[in-house]
C-alpha cells in the first residue's frame, strides 16, 4: 500500500523521497516517480513530511524511537503521520517524544485496502493535535477521499480497529449466508441481487462479495489475490481484542470471527484476502 500512496503523492506534485528494507518495494516505487534513500535517515533528512505504513507495533516503534529512526533524524518543525494500523498505545508512547524532540506527529492510520490506496480512494482516521490533522490534508487528500479528526494521539486506531473489527464479522456472516442460500439450490447471482437490495446489504455484499465471479473487481474474482490479507485481517483483530479485554468490552461475535480468520491461516491461506472465508466455510460437506 504505501508504494501507492507514495505514488500517488508524486502525482499531485509532492517530491517524495522513500526507504523500505524490501529493494523490490523500492525499485517499484522508484519507476512511479519517487527518489530512493539507503536508510531512514536519508528519507528524512531534510523533509517538511514523513508518511508512513508499516506491519507491526514494534516495527513502528523502532522505525520511530530507534537510534536511527524518524524521531532522532527528522527536522525539527516536520509533521510526522503513522498510517500503519498497531495498538493505541503506540502513537500515544510515539507522540510525546516526537513534541519533545520538536516535531508533530499523528496516527491516520486508513481503510479502503490495495484498491483504494492505488486509485487514491482511501479514508484516513486520524488521532492527534487538531492543527497537525489540518496541516496534514493536503498530503491526505493526495492519498484519499475520506479524512476524519477522531481525537487525541491514539484515537485514529481506536477507529480503524473498530472499523476493521466489524469489516470481519460483515465479511464472515457474508460469506456464511452466501454458502448456505447457494447450497440451497439458489443462484449465486440471484441471492447477492436480493441482498443487496435488501435489509442485509453491506460493504460485504455491494463491494467486496466473497462469492467468485459476482463483483468482477473483488478480490474473490481475482483468485483472492490483491486485496487485504487475511493475515492482516488476523492481526487486526487480535489488536482489536486486545483493546477490548483492556476496557473489558463484550466482543462475542468479534471472537468467533478472529478464530475463524485464525483457521483460514493456520490451513496455509494467510496471503489470500480474508474473503477467502467463504471458500472454507464452502469446502465444509453437507
Not at 523521497?17 to 523490490?24: F, H, I, Q, V
Not at 522505525?63 to 516536520?78: I, T
Not at 441471492?191 to 459476482?214: I, K, M
Not at 474473490?220 to 487480535?238: A, P, Q, T
Request: aromatic residues 6%.
Amino acid at each position: 500500500m504505501g508504494g501507492f500512496m507514495a505514488a500517488n503523492l508524486v502525482k499531485k506534485g509532492f517530491n517524495v523521497r522513500g526507504y523500505d528494507p524490501s529493494k523490490e518495494a523500492q525499485n517499484a516505487a522508484a519507476k512511479e516517480g519517487v527518489a530512493s534513500a539507503s536508510s531512514i535517515a536519508a528519507a528524512v533528512d531534510g523533509v517538511d513530511a514523513v508518511v508512513s505504513i508499516l506491519p507491526s507495533n514494534k516495527v513502528v516503534l523502532d522505525a520511530y524511537l530507534g537510534k536511527d529512526g524518524v524521531v532522532k533524524h527528522a527536522p525539527k518543525g516536520s509533521l510526522l503521520i503513522d498510517s500503519s494500523t498497531v495498538d493505541p498505545n503506540v502513537p500515544k508512547e510515539i507522540f510525546p517524544v516526537a513534541i519533545e524532540s520538536g516535531v508533530s506527529f499523528i496516527d491516520a492510520p486508513v481503510s479502503g485496502g490495495v484498491m483504494g490506496a492505488q486509485n487514491a480512494t482511501l479514508a484516513f482516521m486520524v488521532g492527534g493535535r487538531k492543527e497537525d490533522f489540518e496541516r496534514s490534508l493536503p498530503m491526505l487528500k493526495a492519498m484519499g477521499l475520506k479524512h476524519f479528526h477522531c481525537g487525541d494521539s491514539g484515537a485514529g486506531q481506536v477507529a480503524k480497529l473498530a472499523n476493521n473489527m466489524l469489516m470481519g464479522i460483515t465479511g464472515m456472516a457474508t460469506a456464511e449466508c452466501m454458502n448456505m442460500g447457494i447450497k440451497m439450490g439458489l443462484d449465486p447471482k440471484v441471492l447477492l441481487d436480493v441482498l443487496n437490495n435488501s435489509s442485509a446489504r453491506s460493504w460485504s455484499t455491494e463491494v467486496y462479495c466473497p462469492v467468485p465471479g459476482l463483483v468482477p473487481t473483488a478480490p474473490s474474482s481475482r483468485n483472492y489475490d490483491g486485496g487485504f490479507k487475511n493475515e492482516l485481517m488476523v492481526k487486526d483483530l487480535e489488536l482489536a481484542s486486545g483493546m477490548a479485554l483492556g476496557i473489558r468490552s463484550p466482543i462475542p461475535l468479534g471472537a468467533v470471527a478472529t478464530q475463524l480468520y485464525r483457521i483460514v491461516q493456520s490451513r496455509g491461506y494467510g496471503q489470500k484476502d480474508f474473503s477467502f472465508v467463504y471458500q472454507l466455510l464452502k469446502d465444509e460437506k453437507k
